[in-house]
């Protein structure tokens, strides 16, 4: 069993930047690909953005290419969602999960609790 916790997540204005972290346990993380989801209230989960084990191969959905940088350190069983030029329509409930292959849809193994982020206009 993995388990993810995530980090970072606050309120902020248009504009900002914030910083999640995923920090795994109980597994090989780099064994695992990772991907962001968000849900916004009303929403049905999403994807954001997903990371292969190697950090190789990267997906953003559309609306956070060249806003969100997703990255991962395997030596620190981390991986990171780095989100500027934040806007009001980024206010989510932000999650991360692991699955054996990177994949694109919602069927990943194990999912964190999930950390708010909030953007104020």
């Known amino acids: 069993q993995v388990q993810l916790v995530e980090s970072g997540g606050g309120l902020v204005q248009a504009g900002g930047s914030l910083r999640l972290s995923c920090a795994a346990s109980?597994?090989?993380?780099?064994?695992?690909?990772m991907g962001w989801f968000r849900q916004a209230p009303g929403k049905e989960r999403v994807l954001a953005a997903a990371i292969s084990r190697s950090g190789g191969r990267i997906y953003y959905v559309d609306s956070v290419k060249g806003r969100f940088t997703i990255s991962r350190d395997n030596a620190k069983n981390t991986v990171y969602l780095q989100m500027s030029s934040l806007k009001p329509e980024d206010t989510a409930r932000y999650y991360c999960?692991?699955?054996?292959?990177?994949?694109?849809?919602?069927?990943?193994?194990?999912w964190g609790q999930g950390t708010q982020v909030t953007v104020s206009s």
């Open positions: 109980g597994g090989t993380f780099s064994n695992y690909a």
């Open positions: 999960a692991a699955t054996l292959l990177l994949r694109l849809d919602e069927g990943y193994d194990f």
